[in-house]
């Protein structure tokens, strides 16, 4: 079945400690993302690609990097992991959304980020 | 700035019967979708149902129906003949036309109980 894989499921580091998460997708979709989701709140977007272009939103700190190498696969590094960073982060993924199409989003299970 | 809000924390309902959760978004824009998401406990996020902007007509799927009422900005998710596998958490979501970029709701701890 086509899907979404993120891995590992859990990750814990130490506080400053750089860590890299991973998705990958059969879907052959062109658009992913990354989302953070604390504990009950919502997801909230960290950045996406499309394509190979980058899109980082203004308020995501510069702690957090990502890397596109192929249209399958897509990394978050977490350059010095603090405490505030623990989290659950999901990765997700769509088809262009550009032509105003609508196109699912499709997630992950997420990566569950602790840290010590 | 478009935000997404849901008022109802946490919501039970007893297996069978019927239940409606809220949501209400602020955007100047015309055009967008809606979508009401599940995250049940420990699995991943799917979509339940979505809803173009530009269509009178409330999206259904199934048991799930939405009330949306786009004046007031409001989109309701109802579910008919709860079951217990409805038990997650539902969040609202809003995307403009045209746009990657989608906004969540906090969220609704939703328990179908026996």
């Known amino acids: 079945d086509a899907m979404v894989i993120q891995n590992p499921r859990y990750q814990v580091t130490q506080f400053g400690k750089p860590v890299t998460l991973s998705c990958s997708q059969t879907?052959?979709?062109?658009?992913m993302y990354w989302y953070q989701q604390k504990s009950s709140q919502a997801p909230k977007l960290l950045f996406h690609y499309y394509d190979k272009d980058f899109n980082n939103e203004a308020d995501t700190p510069d702690n957090f990097q990502s890397r596109r190498p192929n249209t399958s696969f897509c990394f978050l590094d977490i350059r010095s992991p603090g405490l505030g960073d623990a989290a659950m982060y999901l990765c997700?993924?769509?088809?262009?959304?550009?032509?105003?199409?609508?196109?699912?989003?499709?997630f992950g299970p997420g990566t569950r980020l602790t840290v010590l | 700035a478009q935000t997404v809000t849901q008022s109802q924390p946490e919501m039970s309902v007893q297996e069978a019967e019927t239940v409606t959760l809220s949501c209400t978004y602020d955007?100047?824009?015309?055009?967008?979708?809606l979508f009401w998401y599940k995250q049940p406990p420990s699995r991943q996020m799917i979509l339940v149902i979505r809803?173009?902007?530009?269509?009178?007509q409330n999206a259904t799927e199934n048991r799930f129906s939405v009330n949306f009422q786009k004046a007031a900005k409001s989109f309701s998710l109802k579910i008919s003949d709860s079951q217990l596998g409805d038990t997650a958490m539902y969040f609202c979501a809003f995307t403009k036309y045209n746009n990657n970029d989608m906004r969540f709701g906090a969220g609704t701890r939703l328990t179908v109980k026996p």
């Open positions: 809803q173009e902007a530009y269509k009178q």
């Open positions: 879907l052959n979709h062109n658009v």
């Open positions: 997700a993924t769509s088809r262009d959304t550009s032509s105003g199409v609508y196109n699912e989003q499709f």
């Open positions: 955007t100047s824009e015309n055009n967008y979708y």
